[in-house]
Nanobody, 123 residues
Framework: QVQLVESGGGLVQAAGSLRLSCADS????????IAWFRQAPGKDRELVAA????????YSVSSVKGRFTISRDNAKNMVYLQMNSLIPEDTAVYSC????????????????WGQGTKVAASS
């Protein structure tokens, strides 16, 4: 089981950068695929990026390709989401999630969630 805690959200101007972190205090972190979902006000949750257990493969949604990078450090039980060139459309609550199976864009398939962190990019 994992216990996920996000940090790093905030308010930035458009074109700015933020790095989100997702930490786990457990012992089985490397057994889980980790993903970031986001939910903007009035919109459905959206899968943003995911990284496999070893970190060997990543996925990102087309709207963030070239701007966002997901990475992980299993020795530190950490996953990061580096977000560059932020635009107002990136404004949302970002949540770190985990599951043992392959990546899914259905948020209901992820049993483990952090509390979420707010990201806002102003124009």
């Amino acid at each position: 089981q994992v216990q996920l805690v996000e940090s790093g959200g905030g308010l930035v101007q458009a074109a700015g950068s933020l790095r989100l972190s997702c930490a786990d205090s457990g012992r089985t972190f490397s057994s889980y695929l980790i993903a970031w979902f986001r939910q903007a006000p009035g919109k459905d949750r959206e899968l943003v990026a995911a990284i496999t257990r070893s970190g060997g493969s990543t996925y990102s949604v087309s709207s963030v390709k070239g701007r966002f990078t997901i990475s992980r450090d299993n020795a530190k039980n950490m996953v990061y989401l580096q977000m560059n060139s932020l635009i107002p459309e990136d404004t949302a609550v970002y949540s770190c999630v985990a599951r043992t199976e392959v990546v899914s864009d259905n948020s209901d398939r992820y049993p483990y969630w952090g509390q979420g962190t707010k990201v806002a990019a102003s124009s």
